[in-house]
């Protein structure tokens, strides 16, 4: 009988590991406070990455890449400052990543008005050590976050 190669291909390929976890934890670090000014990484996700916000849904790489490209466009566009203010990203279980954070901006408009929200960003990782889900959750409704836009910037 033939000793199984299981534990050693468990091993070899699981690469969800706490150094591996580290290096995904310090390129979102990396990557996401600049994420409306510039593109990310794509390496650390997988082709058919699942993404879900308040507002999306979708699979797959090409539209993960055009969600972000969309972010910078529009983010360019409406607004006079924007930011994405990081404040924690930390291992969650074995098999994912935790990110909490805050958007806020000023809107292109005479009366400057301000938008602010905070979110937690969830991510689930593969055996292999990529991301293939990425879970965002707001703390407030997007119509309430677009009312945000009708109203004066406070003094």
């Given at each position: 009988?033939?000793?199984?190669s299981e534990p050693s291909e468990i091993s070899a390929n699981d690469r969800t590991?706490?150094?591996?976890?580290?290096?995904?934890?310090?390129?979102?670090?990396?990557?996401l406070p600049t994420l409306f000014e510039q593109d990310i990484s794509y390496d650390i996700y997988t082709q058919d990455i699942f993404f879900?916000?308040?507002?999306?849904?979708?699979?797959?790489?090409?539209?993960?890449?055009?969600?972000?490209?969309?972010?910078?466009?529009?983010?360019?566009?409406?607004?006079?400052?924007?930011?994405?203010?990081?404040?924690?990203?930390?291992?969650?279980?074995?098999?994912?990543?935790?990110?909490?954070?805050?958007?806020?901006?000023?809107?292109?408009?005479?009366?400057?008005?301000?938008?602010?929200?905070?979110?937690?960003?969830?991510?689930?990782?593969?055996?292999?050590?990529?991301?293939?889900?990425?879970?965002?959750?707001?703390?407030?409704?997007?119509?309430?976050?677009?009312?945000?836009?009708?109203?004066?910037?406070?003094?």
């Amino acid at each position: 009988m033939e000793p199984s190669s299981e534990p050693s291909e468990i091993s070899a390929n699981d690469r969800t590991d706490q150094s591996h976890i580290d290096r995904l934890i310090q390129i979102l670090r990396q990557d996401l406070p600049t994420l409306f000014e510039q593109d990310i990484s794509y390496d650390i996700y997988t082709q058919d990455i699942f993404f879900r916000d308040p507002v999306n849904t979708f699979k797959g790489k090409l539209n993960y890449r055009i969600i972000f490209w969309t972010l910078r466009f529009h983010g360019r566009l409406f607004f006079s400052e924007l930011h994405f203010d990081l404040h924690e990203v930390k291992p969650l279980g074995k098999g994912g990543i935790l990110a909490n954070w805050t958007v806020r901006g000023t809107l292109r408009v005479p009366w400057q008005a301000q938008i602010f929200f905070n979110g937690y960003s969830t991510y689930k990782l593969t055996p292999a050590g990529l991301i293939d889900e990425h879970i965002d959750t707001w703390d407030r409704q997007p119509s309430e976050i677009l009312r945000q836009f009708f109203r004066p910037k406070n003094p």
